[in-house]
């Protein structure tokens, strides 16, 4: 009998830890990075049910883009596509313009510029446009350096859009005053002369060309605006959720664009170079001093960083998620077209949780 015991205590711990080991699902690998390739227009892709998110809520989405006048969104998860969805007669080869989302173009083929040694971002920026391109009193302007342009900390006084000389007039000391300004493109003249070469070539060659955006810049009204159909506007998304890195090349190295998406100074600590930042305690808006206190978009995870542009242009990154999501259209509400935030993204945000959550 005390055999028979003992030959039971040594068997039924070994049947419980069969059966335990057969019921515990075994964890998940964690799914690797992908990147489409370059020369075709082939894209993996993944399905709802696969992520667990609630396809119930995709028509009441996609009713709101369609209700917010959008033309194209998409939704990257791991770099694959989860909703690719277009609009009003829009296309997946159909372009569409940037507007202020492309200012973290500019941002990133600066870092490019930088990292290969051609500037240095903290140096005045009339060592490479020399003195006088503005038209502020020169102690005043040498105050001005690369990083102000990127950070929306120049001084320039913000009257009026238009970036001609007689405009760049004497408002404050740069670093002491955050302004939404379309100054920043002078940065495209300062990695132009730094780097002997159009700023587009260079940005076709160090950027667009590696990771295969299809687009172009063109003049707008005030500034230089990019134009890309939706999947290369995702492309760019994807290259700023891996920070700067596509495949196996860095194209930016890691510690600029860490620099880029955290605060940049200390007047509006929900900006980067040129990148919006959420999760932050407060915010400052287009068009105005007053300091707002909260979140960027309360809806959206704390840990995004966005490109925003005019009419509700977005490029959303979310870290935490491997997520990217892009919106391009017109206006959501063209008695109020925004000039970067607006309440859109929070109501697409709601809209965006109810999917994913």
């Not at 989302?101 to 490479?128: C, D, M, P, R």
């Not at 955006?213 to 760019?236: E, P, Q």
């Not at 977005?314 to 919106?327: D, E, F, L």
């Amino acid at each position: 009998m005390k055999k028979l015991k003992l030959l039971l205590l040594l068997i039924i711990p070994f049947i419980a830890c069969k059966k335990v080991s057969k019921d515990v699902q075994q964890p998940n690998l964690v799914e690797s990075m992908y990147f489409p390739s370059n020369t075709d227009n082939n894209w993996e892709a993944k399905t709802l049910s696969s992520l667990g998110w609630n396809a119930s809520a995709v028509q009441a989405l996609k009713d709101y883009l369609i209700q917010k006048n959008t033309k194209s969104f998409m939704i990257l998860v791991n770099g694959r596509i989860v909703m690719e969805e277009y609009f009003n007669g829009h296309s997946s080869t159909a372009t569409w313009q940037w507007n202020s989302a492309g200012k973290t173009l500019v941002a990133f083929t600066t870092g490019i510029a930088q990292q290969e040694g051609l500037l240095n971002i903290n140096n005045k920026v009339s060592q490479y446009l020399g003195e006088g391109w503005t038209s502020e009193p020169i102690e005043k302007e040498n105050l001005i350096t690369s990083r102000h342009l990127l950070t929306m900390a120049s001084g320039i006084n913000d009257a009026n859009e238009f970036v001609i000389k007689s405009n760049l007039t004497y408002l404050a000391d740069a670093g002491t005053r955050w302004s939404y300004h379309n100054v920043f493109q002078k940065l495209m003249d300062v990695v132009a002369k730094a780097g002997n070469q159009s700023f587009e070539t260079y940005f076709n060659t160090k950027l667009k060309n590696k990771i295969g955006i299809d687009g172009f810049w063109n003049n707008g009204l005030i500034f230089k605006i990019y134009h890309s159909n939706t999947r290369s506007m995702a492309r760019f998304g994807l290259l700023a959720l891996n920070k700067g890195k596509w495949k196996n090349e860095t194209i930016m190295n890691e510690s600029f664009f860490l620099e880029s998406i955290n605060t940049s100074q200390t007047i509006n600590p929900s900006y980067g170079y040129l990148w919006w930042l959420n999760g932050k305690s407060n915010y400052m808006v287009p068009g105005g001093q007053k300091v707002y206190t909260g979140n960027l978009v309360p809806n959206a995870p704390a840990d995004m960083y966005a490109a925003m542009g005019a009419e509700d242009q977005r490029i959303y990154v979310i870290p935490s998620k491997n997520m990217v999501i892009i919106r391009m259209g017109e206006a959501s509400d063209p008695a109020n077209p925004s000039f970067a935030l607006s309440g859109f993204d929070n109501e697409l945000w709601q809209k965006i949780n109810a999917l994913i959550k």
